[in-house]
C-alpha cells in the first residue's frame, strides 16, 4: 500500500509542476487577483470580485439567473437584489473558483459524531473469518448497549494539478465502538477501524435533466482494525464515486474494486457481504438533514441500510440519530448480521 501511495503522490506531484511550468506566465496576475478574492469572509462579495476576474472559471452569474440550474440557490441581498449563492455540493467539494479553498487545510469529509448509547439485537460474541487463525474461540462476553464515535476529516493536497481540474485530497476517517458500560470485561474498546484514502475530485457540471452530474471522484481506499490475530481485518479498495445533485437533494454512487493480495487476506469472503459498492443520498430542507446510506452484494442476498438523522441543537451541534441493519456495521462485524440504533451529537458536512 505504501508503494502505491507514493506513486500517486509521485505522479499527482508531476503532473502539478508540469502544469505550473507551462501556465506562470500567463496566470500570474490572475491567481493574484483570485488569492485576493479567496480571503473576503462574506459569500456575496466574494462571489462579485470573483465575477469581475477575466477568465475566473465561476459557475454563473447574476445577469443570466433567469436560467433555473440545480446548482444555484437565490438569495435577496439588503434593498431587494436579487444573488446567487452556491448549490451545497459546489461548496463542499470546492468545484469551481469562487468556493475553492487553500492546500493543507482541514475540512469535514464523512460525518463527525458520538453516540454515548448505541443498541444492538445481536451481539458478536464470537466474530469468524474463513481465513486460518482469524476465528475467536473464547466469547468476548459483550454488552447489547455501548458507545460508538466517529471522526474524519480531508485535506486538498494538490489544487487543479491537470487541465485545471483534478484536485488530489488525502481523507481520513476513524469509527471507534467501546463497551463503556461493560464493567465485567472493564470497558474496552470493541473494535477500532482505520480508513485512509487518497482520491481526485474531477469536476464535470454536466445537466443530465433529472438531475446534475457534478464530478467524479477516484481513489484508494484503505481499511483496517489494527488488531492482531484472530481478530485482525483489513482490505483494500480502487473506487469511482459520483456525484449527482438536484435542488436540496445530493446522490452519491461507489462502486468500487477490490485491490489485496491473496496470500495474506484476513477476510476472503467480505465482498460477499460488504458487496461491490454503496449509494448514499442526502436531503437538507430547513432545520433536518436526512441521510440514507446502502451497500449491495448481488447474487448473495445481503448488504446493508443505515438512515441517519440531524437536527440542529447549537451551533454546528446537532442531535443526531443512526439506524443501521445489515451486514458489516463495524470491519470485525463484516459477516454479522444485526440491528443497532444510537443516539448522541453530530457534526455534519
Known amino acids: 500500500m505504501k508503494r502505491i501511495l507514493l506513486l500517486c503522490a509521485a505522479g499527482c506531484l508531476a503532473l502539478t509542476v508540469h502544469s505550473a511550468v507551462a501556465q506562470v506566465p500567463a496566470i500570474f496576475d490572475a491567481q493574484e487577483a483570485l488569492d485576493a ?23 454563473g452569474r447574476d ?28 461548496r463542499d467539494w ?14 469535514t469529509y464523512r460525518s463527525v459524531y458520538a453516540l454515548p448509547a448505541r443498541y444492538t439485537t445481536r451481539k458478536n460474541n464470537f466474530p469468524s473469518s474463513p481465513a486460518p487463525g482469524r476465528t475467536v474461540t473464547e ?5 447489547e448497549v455501548e458507545a460508538k464515535f466517529q471522526f474524519s476529516f480531508k485535506t486538498k493536497v494538490f489544487d487543479d494539478p491537470l487541465f485545471n481540474n483534478g484536485d488530489v485530497w488525502f481523507g481520513y476517517t476513524q469509527q471507534s465502538s467501546w463497551q463503556a458500560y461493560n464493567n465485567e470485561e472493564s470497558a474496552p474498546f470493541r473494535e477500532n477501524n482505520f480508513e485512509p484514502e487518497i482520491f481526485s475530485t474531477w469536476r464535470t457540471g454536466i445537466d443530465l435533466g433529472v438531475v446534475r452530474w457534478q464530478f467524479v471522484n477516484l481513489g484508494f481506499v484503505h481499511q483496517s482494525n489494527g488488531r492482531s490475530q484472530p481478530r485482525s481485518r483489513s482490505w483494500n479498495r480502487l473506487y469511482a464515486d459520483f456525484g449527482f445533485e438536484r435542488g436540496d437533494w445530493q446522490f452519491f454512487i461507489r462502486p468500487w474494486l477490490r485491490a489485496d493480495p491473496e496470500n495474506d487476506d484476513d477476510n ?34 445481503r448488504g446493508a441500510l443505515q438512515f441517519d438523522w440531524h437536527y440542529p441543537l447549537v451551533g454546528d451541534l446537532k442531535a443526531y440519530l443512526q439506524v443501521f441493519t445489515g451486514y458489516g456495521e463495524t470491519l470485525i462485524d463484516y459477516n454479522h448480521r444485526q440491528t443497532t440504533i444510537g443516539l448522541g451529537v453530530s457534526l455534519v458536512q
Open 37 to 59: 478574492c479567496r480571503v473576503l469572509d462574506d459569500r456575496l462579495k466574494r462571489l462579485e470580485c470573483y465575477d469581475d476576474i477575466p477568465g475566473a472559471t465561476v459557475t
Open 94 to 107: 470546492e468545484l469551481d473558483d469562487a468556493t475553492h479553498g487553500g492546500l493543507l487545510r482541514v475540512r
Open 268 to 301: 476472503p469472503d467480505i465482498e460477499k457481504f460488504m458487496g461491490h459498492g454503496d449509494v448514499r443520498v442526502k436531503w437538507r430542507k430547513n432545520k433536518h438533514d436526512l441521510r440514507l446510506l446502502a451497500r449491495w452484494a448481488p447474487g448473495h442476498d
Open 139 to 143: 466469547s468476548d462476553r459483550l454488552n
Open 63 to 90: 445577469d443570466d439567473l433567469m436560467v433555473a440550474e440545480p446548482d444555484r440557490e437565490l438569495l435577496t441581498r439588503p434593498g431587494g437584489e436579487t444573488a446567487v449563492r452556491r448549490s451545497r455540493m459546489l
